[in-house]
């Protein structure tokens, strides 16, 4: 089966740059997504299609895939980013998520 | 704008059928452009997909549920369904329904929106 690798967790002081990264076997062949998630709140995507913002997601959310890595990364990290990220991908028409990336913004 | 809202029993005792039905709001399940999907959290652990049916009742499972999962789509309530049977302790988690957005033969699709989630608890 294929696996996505995620950090367990980040930390990032507000207003720098956060960067979450996601591992997998040529995972810049495939498309990744990626999706925040705060406490006791469903998943929203934040960045698909490697690296397209939703619309209603700030600018400073933006993506990456090459290689055997995506990376999130958040420019300017305000306080109200501070949740768990999950990357995703498809492999054999079967969506895999990576074990979450817990940020904390301090 | 679409929203998904899951529904079902809280509940469920071991080795029976677990049952959710997710009903879309703002669109519509008989769209020919998206997938309606399961996808699944165990308290405090990470997301697990369990598969999709699209509006003309094809699915796609987890290849480790495929065994026990039952998915079906009803165009006239705008509404699609999971059953999962013989459930364990282990089926105990938060399930999410969630459209997914897909263009045809190109890798390039995500889950978009989500449900606010339904915990099914496994206990007897």
């Known amino acids: 089966s294929y696996d996505l690798t995620q950090p367990p967790s980040v930390s990032v002081s507000p207003g720098q740059t956060a960067s979450i990264t996601c591992f997998g076997d040529?995972?810049?062949?495939?498309?990744a997504s990626w999706y925040q998630q705060k406490p006791g709140q469903s998943p929203v995507v934040v960045i698909h299609q490697d690296n397209k913002r939703p619309s209603g997601i700030p600018e400073r959310f933006s993506g990456s895939n090459s290689g055997n890595t995506a990376t999130l990364t958040i420019s300017g990290t305000q306080t109200m980013d501070e949740a768990d990220y999950y990357c995703q991908a498809w492999d054999s028409n079967t969506a895999v998520f990576g074990g979450g990336t817990k940020l904390t913004v301090l | 704008q679409v929203q998904l809202q899951e529904s079902g029993p809280g509940l469920v005792k071991p080795s029976e059928t677990l049952s959710l039905t997710c009903t879309v709001s703002g669109g519509s399940v008989g769209s020919d452009t998206y997938y309606w999907s399961w996808i699944r959290q165990p308290p405090g652990k990470g997301l697990e997909w369990i598969g999709y049916?699209?509006?003309?009742?094809?699915?796609n499972y987890n290849p480790s549920l495929k065994s026990r999962l039952t998915m079906s789509v009803d165009t006239s309530k705008n509404q699609f369904s999971l059953k999962l049977s013989s459930v364990t302790a282990a089926d105990t988690a938060v399930y999410y329904c969630a459209r997914e957005i897909f263009f045809y033969n190109s890798g390039r699709r995500w889950f978009d929106p989500w449900g606010q989630g339904t915990l099914v608890t496994v206990s007897s």
């Open positions: 040529k995972l810049g062949d495939k498309y």
């Open positions: 049916i699209y509006y003309s009742g094809s699915t």
